[in-house]
């Protein structure tokens, strides 16, 4: 697992149409770019614990709203930027597809 969080923040600077400059230090930062490295296990069934391990994974959110597994809704377990947890749901007809 990588490292999460935003970097440091670094200084907002607004300058006017008429020539006023403003600054404030430490006031905004960027997130890395989300990625998944790792799906484990990556074949399953209804009610399968799946871990999900990458970088970001939240985008500088406190939690995941949603995961998807090929489509099908999920129920998460655990949330970090570097890991996500969930129970696969249920699938009408075997699928396969992207993690979302």
């Not at 490292?3 to 440091?8: C, N």
């Not at 400059?21 to 905004?28: E, M, N, P, Q």
């Not at 998807?68 to 655990?78: H, M, Q, R, S």
Request: hydrophobic share 45%; charged share 5%.
């Amino acid at each position: 697992a990588g490292a999460s969080g935003p970097t440091a923040a670094g200084t907002v600077t607004v300058t006017t149409s008429t020539g006023p400059v403003f600054t404030r230090a430490g006031s905004f930062a960027y997130v890395g770019v989300p990625s998944i490295s790792a799906v484990q296990p990556n074949i399953g069934q209804q009610n399968t614990v799946v871990t999900i391990n990458g970088n970001e994974l939240l985008s500088g959110a406190a939690s995941a709203s949603s995961v998807t597994l090929a489509g099908v809704p999920t129920t998460i377990l655990a949330n970090s930027a570097s890991e996500i947890v969930v129970i696969a749901g249920p699938a009408n007809n075997a699928v396969q597809g992207d993690v979302v």
